[in-house]
């Protein structure tokens, strides 16, 4: 019914960039605040950073600075745009987004994640 699907990870090297974006789709009344999170292997998944339906955002600290979240209203999407990547930036991010459904619903909705391999 609703979907979010990540594209953009990939294999990178240390200090290097790279572009996240996620896009939700299906019986969407209105979006709420999204996010991004990553899960490191053997680690638990942490956020990374939020952005609300009015451009406030909440970035954790490992990644200030480096990582900056954006959102496209319009076309229902959220963007991490990552710089200054480090191997301990190696995890798979997943997007995360509140849903009101057309029905009314309120949703969390999570993607199938996207790989980030950051190599020393």
């Known amino acids: 019914q609703v979907q979010a699907v990540e594209s953009g990870g990939g294999l990178v090297q240390a200090g290097g960039s790279l572009r996240l974006s996620c896009t939700v789709s299906g019986s969407i009344l209105s979006l709420r605040t999204m996010g991004w999170y990553r899960q490191a292997p053997g680690k638990q998944r942490e956020l990374v950073a939020t952005?609300?339906?009015?451009?406030?955002?909440n970035v954790a600290d490992s990644v200030k600075g480096r990582l900056a979240i954006s959102r496209d209203n319009a076309k229902n999407t959220a963007n991490l745009q990552m710089s200054g990547l480090k191997p301990e930036d190696t995890a798979v991010y997943y997007c995360?987004?509140?849903?009101?459904?057309?029905?009314?619903?309120?949703?969390?909705?999570w993607g199938q994640g996207t790989l980030v391999t950051v190599s020393s």
């Open positions: 995360n987004a509140g849903v009101r459904t057309t029905s009314y619903q309120y949703l969390g909705v």
């Open positions: 952005i609300a339906n009015d451009g406030s955002t």
